[in-house]
Nanobody, 122 residues
Framework: QVQLVESGGGRVQAGGSLTLSCEASGITSEKYAMGWFRQAPGKEREFVAAINWGGDSISYSRHVNGRFTISRDNAKNTVDLQMSSLKPEDSAVYFC???????????????WGRGTQVTVSS
């Protein structure tokens, strides 16, 4: 059974930094894509970032481009999201995501984590 477990959420001041981590388990495919989504209260879940298995193809939402960095460690089955210059509008539940494909497809993702709260205060 596939499990994605996020960690590292918390509360920070605007302009601060925070790093989220996600550990995957139970994924049968040798190569799989991973990424992050977020959802604020009363709003739809939105894409944040994604990374392919090889770590050489990365995409970001325009809302976070230049401030967030996604990376992965396949030996540890983890993906991280380094967040800097945080803004109050970044406050949301952040969800780890993965897909049974070397690179994200139109159907990305296949699996979701339970989410971790990030709160940015002004």
């Amino acid at each position: 059974q596939v499990q994605l477990v996020e960690s590292g959420g918390g509360r920070v001041q605007a302009g601060g930094s925070l790093t989220l981590s996600c550990e995957a388990s139970g994924i049968t495919s040798e190569k799989y894509a991973m990424g992050w989504f977020r959802q604020a209260p009363g709003k739809e879940r939105e894409f944040v970032a994604a990374i392919n298995w090889g770590g050489d193809s990365i995409s970001y939402s325009r809302h976070v481009n230049g401030r967030f960095t996604i990376s992965r460690d396949n030996a540890k089955n983890t993906v991280d999201l380094q967040m800097s210059s945080l803004k109050p509008e970044d406050s949301a539940v952040y969800f780890c995501a993965a897909e049974d494909s070397p690179s994200p497809t139109e159907g990305f993702p296949s699996w979701w984590g339970r989410g971790t709260q990030v709160t940015v205060s002004s």
